[in-house]
Structures are given as C-alpha cells and as structure tokens.
Nanobody, 114 residues
Framework: QVQLVESGGGLVQPGGSLQLSCAAS????????GAWYRQAPGKQRELVAV???????TYKDFVKGRFTISRDNDKNTMYLQMNTLKPEDTAVYYC????????WGQGTQVTVSS
C-alpha cells in the first residue's frame, strides 16, 4: 500500500523559510514523477514544482528562484525548500507521486504572516 506522509508546515514570518518533507512507503519515490501542489482558501489546487524520475526539476513562475524541490533516494523522501516566503504562499501544501497511479499526501498547512 502506497502512503505519502508530509511534515514541516507551520507559521512563518514574511521573508522566512520552511522545508517541507514527504516520506513515501510502499513505493520508491524515484520510480516516478514527484510534485508539490498547494491550495489556498477559496482557490483551486495548483502545481508548484515537479521533479522527474531522472531528477529534472521544473517550477511555476511564482516560486522560481525561491523554492527548491529535491529528493533523497536513500531516505525515500521528497522535499520542498521554501525561501523568501510571502503571505500569498499561504496554503495547504500537498505532495504527489505519479507512478502506476496518482498518489497524494494528506497536506500540511503553511501560513506566512507577521
């Protein structure tokens, strides 16, 4: 059974940093394509960043230069390093893995506020 468990969310001031983690069980993260999505209140879920099976990363324009997606194959964990956070980054962040199916974590709240 595939399970993705996120951690690392919280409250941070504008300009601060957070690192989200997504630990996988039942599947190897590097078997497929991993991604981070987010959903702000009243808005649709949107893609933030992707890391391919080959380790190629892509970002949406609104996080380019501020967020970094990565993967540790030994720990079977995907990360999202978020720097220079803005209030508009406030959302529930979800990790996703596409490999013979579409798997989601439970979500972790990130709140950027002074």
């Amino acid at each position: 059974q595939v399970q993705l468990v996120e951690s690392g969310g919280g409250l941070v001031q504008p300009g601060g940093s957070l690192q989200l983690s997504c630990a996988a069980s039942g599947v190897f993260f590097n078997s497929g394509s991993g991604a981070w999505y987010r959903q702000a209140p009243g808005k649709q879920r949107e893609l933030v960043a992707v890391i391919s099976r080959d380790g190629i990363t892509t970002y949406k324009d609104f996080v380019k230069g501020r967020f970094t997606i990565s993967r540790d194959n030994d720990k079977n964990t995907m990360y999202l390093q978020m720097n220079t956070l803005k209030p508009e980054d406030t959302a529930v962040y979800y990790c996703n893995l596409q490999y013979r199916g579409d798997y989601w974590g439970q979500g972790t709240q990130v709140t950027v506020s002074s």
